[in-house]
């Protein structure tokens, strides 16, 4: 099943760059480096609000926004924004995994059972959100930096 599923992924021509390619004719407006304040306040934004449902007594919507908040900072904290190497996920893959997160976001109403509750707006909204910012964001710009650095040097 696995290696069925990795041709056929082969076949669709899928990999770490499809989602950031996807938007490369966007206006490129974030960097690496405010790309990552912005992953910092997504990751409080769940934290709050997870912590706000939990206080509501809504578990489901807190789940969510805990496992939301979870994923940002775990990729936050594994994610090489200057291009140096130093860390396992580039810049570029994260992109990626950021459509992910956006995903989860948005299927986190339905999954945790609270798609018909107000707080589910919050997790519709983050969803758009954040395919917003994988949008203007510019995920080659690590790469320039190191090609123009090599030259220089």
């Known amino acids: 099943m696995q290696g069925n599923m990795q041709s056929k ?18 206006p490129k407006l974030i960097s690496p ?9 997504v990751t409080a934004y769940f934290t709050v609000l997870g912590t706000a ?23 936050t904290l594994f994610t090489d924004y200057e291009g140096t190497g130093r ?11 950021d459509a992910v997160q956006a995903a989860t976001a948005a299927l986190g109403p339905v999954l945790h059972g609270f798609a018909d509750e107000p707080e589910s707006k919050w ?9 917003g910012v994988i949008a203007t964001t510019d995920w080659d710009q690590v790469m320039r930096g190191r090609r123009s650095l090599g030259r220089a040097a």
Not at 53 to 75: D, H, I, P
Not at 87 to 97: E, I, Q, R
Not at 123 to 131: G, H, P, S
């Open 9 to 26: 992924l082969r076949e669709l021509k899928i990999d770490r760059n499809t989602i950031p390619d996807a938007f490369r004719k966007s």
């Open 123 to 131: 997790f519709y909204a983050q969803a758009l959100n954040e395919v």
């Open 53 to 75: 449902c939990a206080l509501k007594g809504k578990s489901g919507a807190a789940t969510s926004a805990f496992v939301n908040a979870g994923m940002v900072a775990g990729l």
């Open 87 to 97: 860390k396992p996920v580039s810049f570029k893959l994260h992109g990626t995994l």
């Open 33 to 41: 480096g405010v790309h990552r304040w912005l992953d910092v306040a």
